[in-house]
């Protein structure tokens, strides 16, 4: 019992040394995914409005062009450092005389904390070619731009972090934005409905998962159905989990005790097996006269004894003639 004991706890002390280690490593991987997963790679443009009469102003109360970006990340992404733009051949002309940027080329500063875009957030720039108003406020403007298309570069000037076609003419007659149907999702973009800076463009149209849930189940039933279904499949996986443990842990007790059995434990074990064989082949008679010995030996009366002995010395009845003591022979003692 003790060698199963500490065979069990040796198990258990192993099992939870691994089970610690491999957890750590798994956290320290997702950390490092969610720190080098997700980056500046994950920004995407979700909204452009050029021709601004008077949805949308600026700090400044002016009504000019203007895109959104939006964070699909879920953790915060830091934008500063990277460029905007509406020529891409910009760069490669640039840098030639003085290290100066290209034109057109807009490097966002690192002093401004609202840079720093939090999961699944959404960051307004303005298109007015007015850089020295601030750090939202780029050096073009689509208006004046030869091109069709906004870029956004990465810090180093090389990667194409996302490009953004529009429609330049029909945007320029038309108070309508243009951008994505769903947030984040490129290859769906197309005139919106709404103009919604610094919001979700499904915000409208949109249904919450409650409500859809309310909708598609209405009593409830699925999701009962849905819930017991987990908890008992959880059950099974911990029934089987145990009963695998209890199964491997016998084994290894097993196994243990045959590499420290001796011969006389053999021995007795198996005396001990022929006993139970003999046991089990005897028949009921036999059974009942061994009870009933048993009862009778337990339960029967029997004197009970003292446990003293008593020794009476007997008294003088015979000739004192016989005794030897008086037959022999004693030396006169002479008195004076």
């Given at each position: 019992m003790a060698l199963r004991l500490y065979t069990l706890t040796s198990i258990f002390d192993h099992f939870m040394k691994s089970f610690?280690?491999?957890?750590?490593?798994?956290?320290?991987?997702?950390?490092?995914?969610?720190?080098?997963?997700?980056?500046?790679?994950?920004?995407?443009?979700?909204?452009?409005?050029?021709?601004?009469?008077?949805?949308?102003?600026?700090?400044?109360?002016?009504?000019?062009?203007?895109i959104e970006i939006f964070n699909t990340a879920y953790n915060n992404v830091n934008i500063a450092g990277c460029y905007l733009t509406d020529d891409t051949t910009g760069f490669a002309?640039?840098?030639?005389?003085?290290?100066?940027?290209?034109?057109?080329?807009?490097?966002?500063?690192?002093?401004?904390?609202?840079?720093?875009?939090?999961?699944?957030?959404?960051?307004?720039?303005?298109?007015?070619?007015?850089?020295l108003y601030g750090t939202f406020h780029v050096n073009f403007d689509p208006r004046t731009s030869k091109t069709n298309y906004i870029a956004l570069i990465s810090a180093d000037g090389k990667d194409l972090i996302d490009l953004m076609y529009y429609p330049k003419e029909q945007l320029m007659d038309t108070v309508l934005s243009y951008g994505l149907k769903e947030d984040g999702i490129t290859g769906e973009a197309g005139f919106l409905d709404q103009f919604t800076p610094g919001a979700s463009n499904e915000i409208l149209t949109k249904v919450s998962k409650q409500e859809r849930l309310k909708r598609d189940d209405p009593y409830g039933i699925g999701l009962a159905i849905i819930s017991m279904s987990v908890v008992f499949t959880a059950l099974i996986l911990i029934f089987a989990m145990l009963k695998l443990f209890g199964w491997s842990s016998r084994k290894i007790a097993q196994k243990n005790a045959k590499k420290t059995e001796t011969p006389d434990m053999a021995k007795t074990a198996e005396a001990q097996k022929?006993?139970?064989?003999?046991?089990?082949?005897?028949?009921?008679?036999?059974?009942?006269?061994?009870?009933?010995?048993?009862?009778?030996?337990?339960?029967?009366?029997?004197?009970?004894?003292?446990?003293?002995?008593?020794?009476?010395?007997?008294?003088?009845?015979?000739?004192?003639?016989?005794?030897?003591?008086?037959?022999?022979?004693?030396?006169?003692?002479?008195?004076?």
């Open positions: 610690t280690k491999y957890l750590v490593l798994l956290a320290a991987l997702l950390i490092t995914a969610s720190t080098f997963g997700q980056s500046v790679r994950d920004l995407r443009f979700n909204e452009i409005l050029i021709k601004n009469t008077d949805n949308y102003n600026d700090e400044y109360g002016r009504n000019v062009p203007w002309a640039g840098r030639k005389k003085g290290g100066k940027e290209p034109e057109h080329w807009y490097r966002i500063p690192k002093t401004d904390i609202h840079t720093n875009m939090p999961q699944r957030t959404y960051l307004v720039f303005f298109l007015d070619a007015q850089p022929e006993g139970e064989k003999d046991i089990e082949q005897m028949t009921g008679e036999e059974a009942a006269a061994i009870a009933t010995a048993l009862h009778l030996h337990f339960n029967s009366m029997h004197d009970e004894e003292s446990e003293v002995i008593t020794i009476n010395m007997p008294s003088k009845r015979y000739s004192p003639w016989a005794q030897k003591e008086l037959t022999m022979k004693r030396t006169p003692v002479i008195r004076k």
